[in-house]
C-alpha cells in the first residue's frame, strides 16, 4: 500500500485538482470571506477621496497572468467610477495595451463612465523607468497622446493633470517586480502614494514594503480580489476564482500531509 | 468572429494542457506558436510604440522643418520641430548596438552600453539606497516609537501587546537573517546560533513564497478552466 502510494502516477495528482477545479465551477459554492488589513485599507483611501479626485492605474500584467489582477482591476475601477474618483489607465508592459483599454472600456460603460470625463487610458510607452521618472515631471512629454492617438492636451481629463503632483493615487496591478520600480522612482524620488493588486506568486516580496508604509494598501491575488468585492457587496470573478481555488487548496494541503507521512514512515522502514 | 477566437484559444488551451498527459506534437504546436506570436507581437510593438513615436515622426518633422527654414519660410512650428534633430544623438548612440555584426567594429558597442549602465547607477543608487534600505530599516525601528507607557504617545497610537510582540520578532528576524549572510567572522558560538534562526526565518520566507506560487499557478488553471466551461462550452449553443 506504502509502495503503491510512493510510486503513485503524477497525472493521477492532476486528475484530482482538475476535479477540485472544475466541479465547484460548475457548482458554485459561497464561503465566507473575511477582509484583511491591507485591502480594507486601499479600499478605505479610496472611499475617503473627494468626488472629482484622480487615481492612476497601471496595468502591469500580461495575457498569460491576468487571472488575479483583473478581477482586482474591476472592483476598484467600479469603486471609483460609483464614487466620481476620475481613472488613468497606463501600462508599462508591451503586450497589455489591448487587454487593458477593452477592460477600462467594458467597466466604464456598466457604469455610465464617460471616456475624457471620467477615465482615459495613455497606452503603452517604451523604457519603465524612463517613463516613471518623465511623469514625475510632465505627463504630457512622456504620452503626448492616448492610446487612440488623440493628443492628451485635447482630453478634458487631463487639462489639470500634468505630473504625479495632480495623482491621489497610483495603483499597481502586477505580476511582476513593476511595484517595487514605482515605490523605487515614484514614490521614492516624487512622494507618490502608491498601493499594488498583485498575482500570488509576488505577495511575500510586497509585505515588507507594506509594513514600512512604502504602500498604502495591497490586494493579495484572488483573495484581495474577493475581499474588494465583498466590501463593494458585489460577486465578481474575484469571489468566484477564491471560492474554487480555495478547494483546489484543501487537496493540496492533504496531498502535502499524505506526501510527508508516506516519506517519514518510508523513511524509518528503510532504516 | 468572436466564436471563432474562443475555438482557437480553446484548441490552444486544451493542446497545452495535454503535457500534463505526456509530451506530444499539439503540445510542442501550441508551444511554438505561442513563442513565435509573443515575438512577432512585441516587435510590432515596439516599432509602432518606440521606433516610430519617438524616433521616425520626431526626426522626419525636423528633417522636412530644416527644408523650411533653409528656403526661408519660417515658423514658429518649424522652430519648435527643429528640437528634434536633437533626436540623431541618442538614436546614433542607439545604433551602435549593431555594432556586434561587424568583428572588426564590435568594441563600438561598448558606447551605448557604458552609457546605459551610467544613467542606470546614477538614477538607480540614490533611490534604491533611500526606498529599499533607509526606509526599510525605519519601517523595522519605527514600531517601537509607538510602544507605551515608556514612550510619549497618545494611548490610541500605542501599540497592541500582538503588535510589539510582532515588532520584536521582526527585529530578531532582520538580526539573524543577516547574521546567516554575514561571512566577515566564522559561523561559531552565538554568531553559529544567530545565523541558524537566520536560516529558520528564510526558510518560513521561501515557504510562504513556494505557498503563495502554487496558489498563483492554480488561479490561472481556475481562470482557464472558467473559460472552457463559461465561454467555449457556452459558445456551442451559438454553433449547434
Known amino acids: 500500500m506504502l509502495e503503491k502510494f510512493m510510486n503513485m502516477d503524477r497525472r493521477i495528482i492532476f486528475i484530482l485538482v482538475a476535479l477540485v477545479v472544475i466541479i465547484p465551477t460548475l ?5 465566507p470571506i473575511t477582509v484583511s488589513e491591507p485591502t480594507q485599507k486601499l479600499y478605505d483611501f479610496i472611499e475617503e477621496l473627494p468626488s472629482g479626485s484622480t487615481i492612476m492605474m497601471a496595468f502591469d500584467y500580461g495575457p498569460s497572468s491576468l487571472a488575479e489582477p483583473e478581477p482586482m482591476a474591476k472592483a476598484v475601477m467600479q469603486h471609483c467610477f460609483s464614487k466620481g474618483v476620475k481613472v488613468i489607465g497606463m501600462t508599462l508592459y508591451p503586450n497589455t495595451p489591448t487587454l487593458a483599454d477593452k477592460l477600462m472600456r467594458k467597466i466604464a460603460a456598466e457604469n455610465n463612465a464617460v471616456y475624457g470625463e471620467d477615465y482615459v487610458f495613455l497606452g503603452y510607452r517604451p523604457g519603465a523607468l524612463q517613463v516613471i521618472l518623465g511623469m514625475g515631471t510632465d505627463i504630457s512629454s512622456v504620452f503626448e497622446t492616448d492610446y487612440q492617438k488623440t493628443p492628451i492636451t485635447e482630453i478634458s481629463m487631463m487639462e489639470n493633470i500634468t505630473n504625479y503632483d495632480q495623482i491621489d493615487l497610483l495603483l499597481d496591478l502586477a505580476s511582476g517586480s513593476s511595484t517595487e520600480t514605482w515605490i523605487i522612482y515614484a514614490n521614492t524620488r516624487y512622494g507618490l502614494k502608491i498601493a499594488a493588486g498583485v498575482t500570488a506568486v509576488i505577495i511575500a516580496q510586497m509585505y515588507p514594503y507594506l509594513q514600512s508604509g512604502q504602500l498604502i494598501g495591497l490586494m493579495p491575488g484572488y483573495l484581495g480580489a474577493a475581499q474588494y ?19 483546489a487548496h484543501l487537496l493540496i494541503i492533504v496531498l502535502v500531509i499524505l506526501g510527508n507521512v508516506a516519506f517519514f514512515i518510508h523513511r524509518r522502514r528503510e532504516a | 468572429m468572436e466564436v471563432f477566437g474562443i475555438w482557437v484559444a480553446a484548441f490552444l488551451t486544451l493542446c ?27 516587435i510590432v510593438i515596439g ?12 526626426l522626419s518633422k525636423a528633417m522636412n522643418a530644416l527644408w523650411t527654414e533653409i528656403i526661408g519660410e519660417t515658423t514658429p512650428e518649424t522652430r519648435k520641430a527643429l528640437r528634434g534633430l536633437f533626436r540623431i544623438l541618442p538614436i546614433a548612440i542607439g545604433l551602435l548596438f549593431f555594432a556586434r555584426l561587424s568583428p572588426s567594429h564590435t568594441w563600438l558597442i561598448r558606447i551605448p552600453i557604458a552609457i546605459l549602465i551610467g544613467f542606470g547607477a546614477g538614477v538607480a543608487i540614490p533611490n534604491v539606497l533611500q526606498a529599499n534600505i533607509f526606509a526599510q530599516t525605519r519601517g523595522t525601528i519605527e514600531p517601537f516609537a509607538a510602544i507605551g507607557p515608556f514612550v510619549d504617545v497618545p494611548p490610541e497610537a500605542r501599540l ?13 528576524g532582520v538580526i539573524c537573517t543577516l547574521t546567516y549572510f554575514f561571512f566577515s567572522v566564522e559561523h561559531r558560538g552565538p554568531i553559529n546560533w544567530l545565523s541558524k534562526v537566520g536560516i529558520a526565518f528564510l526558510m518560513i520566507g521561501f515557504g510562504a513564497a513556494f505557498g503563495n506560487t502554487v496558489m498563483g499557478r492554480l488561479a490561472l488553471m481556475i481562470h482557464r478552466v472558467g473559460f472552457l466551461i463559461n465561454d467555449w462550452i457556452g459558445s456551442f449553443g451559438a454553433l449547434f
Open chain 1, 27 to 31: 457548482i458554485p459554492i459561497r464561503l
Open chain 2, 160 to 172: 497592541s501587546t500582538f503588535d510589539i510582540f510582532g515588532a520584536i520578532l521582526m527585529v530578531i
Open chain 2, 16 to 42: 497545452i494542457y495535454s503535457f500534463l498527459y505526456r509530451d506530444n506534437p499539439f503540445y510542442r504546436f501550441a508551444e511554438h506558436l505561442f513563442v513565435g506570436i509573443s515575438v512577432g507581437y512585441l
Open chain 2, 47 to 58: 516599432i509602432h510604440e518606440g521606433v516610430i513615436p519617438l524616433a521616425w515622426e520626431p
Open chain 1, 229 to 247: 468585492e465583498k466590501l463593494l457587496n458585489a460577486h465578481g470573478d474575484g469571489t468566484v476564482g477564491l471560492n474554487t481555488a480555495s478547494f
